[in-house]
């Protein structure tokens, strides 16, 4: 399988991201490939991954710059043609600005940036990204963010729901705290589209991928990926 | 020409940072205020010189960038040079 990361000015996870999937489909780290912003053209790949950061120091609305990016033109005609498209944070928030991703990304309502690790179920386990999971299963993953307030309008919201379209929930963790960090509308940590090929989650997998990460949780999804896409 | 372009989240949305602003109003002694909502505004130079033309194009500019449609809402102010 062959895997792209986009690297935007300001992209902080982009070589994490590059480390823990090349260890799930068993490579070096050069096995997948760095994608400047400003590059139009891209080789042929079978997973573009959108990772965390703060590209363009969230100027107007986090991720609303990275998403007229000239890369992003490619990104989206790919993933119309059904490239697996995943964005973690900040990918996410490109995401939905870039229209791949039904919402947006609001501060979090507590005002305050939020590093810490939360729970998640996963809530829909039959797709590429999460066919490694139990439906159900829940994963303490790290979160990290400013703008992690998923919103959707609620018709839109019903439309997903049927559609099967909610990828992760928060959920209640031992710790005794809050189990949703940012007041994201019905609990929503991340997101397909309708085709299921792209997904959002604000938690971030890769921070989660090695035993010296303090948890494994996240490995899942990558070698769900590796599984479906290779 | 110049455009002053005014976003604001749309109703229903829930505004954190103005929130905490009509609390600390409040906290002030400011009495009465009721729902507090924070916005941007953008100042643009246009060199169009038609009210028509700029408007139309700052509209385009609303909708591919500078307000998310999603979550807010856009005005748009034209002042003649």
Redesign the interface.
């Known amino acids: 399988m062959k895997a792209s990361v986009i690297v935007f000015p300001g992209s902080n996870c982009d070589r994490d991201v590059q480390v823990a999937l090349a260890s799930a489909i068993g490579g070096t780290p050069d096995t997948v490939e760095m994608v400047w912003h400003g590059d139009s053209e891209m080789a042929k790949t079978d997973l573009i991954v959108l990772p965390g950061g703060f590209s363009y120091g969230d100027y107007?609305?986090s991720g609303?710059m990275s998403a007229?990016s000239p890369v992003m033109r490619e990104v989206v005609a790919r993933a119309e043609q059904g490239v697996a498209v995943l964005g973690i944070c900040n990918g996410f928030q490109v995401l939905?600005?870039a229209g791949l991703l039904?919402?947006?990304l609001?501060?979090?309502?507590?005002?305050k940036f939020v590093c810490r690790d939360v729970q998640i179920r996963v809530e829909n386990s039959q797709t590429l990204f999460t066919n490694g999971y139990q439906q159900g299963q829940t994963l303490r993953i790290p979160v990290a963010h400013h703008d992690g307030?998923y919103?959707?309008?609620p018709e839109t919201l019903a439309e997903m729901r049927e559609r099967d379209q909610i990828a992760f929930r928060y959920c209640d963790a031992d710790d005794g705290r809050a189990a949703n960090p940012n007041?994201s509308i019905d609990d929503i940590a991340g997101v397909f589209n309708d085709r299921k090929s792209v997904l959002g989650l604000m938690p971030h997998p890769e921070r989660a991928a090695d035993a010296i990460h303090g948890g494994t949780d996240g490995q899942g999804l990558l070698n769900s990926l590796v599984s479906a896409l290779s | 020409m110049k455009a002053r372009v005014h976003v604001s989240y749309k109703n229903g949305v829930l505004d954190p940072q103005g929130k905490a602003i009509g609390l600390t109003l409040a906290n002030l002694g400011f009495e009465g205020v009721g729902d507090v909502r924070q916005g941007k505004l953008i100042e643009l130079d246009l060199a169009e010189s038609d009210a028509a033309a700029a408007r139309k194009s700052v509209e385009a500019m609303c909708e591919k960038l500078l307000a998310n449609t999603v979550i807010e809402n856009y005005a748009i102010e034209l002042e003649e040079d």
């Open positions: 107007l609305r609303a007229r939905t600005e039904p919402g947006a609001l501060p979090n309502a507590g005002l307030q919103f959707v309008e007041g």
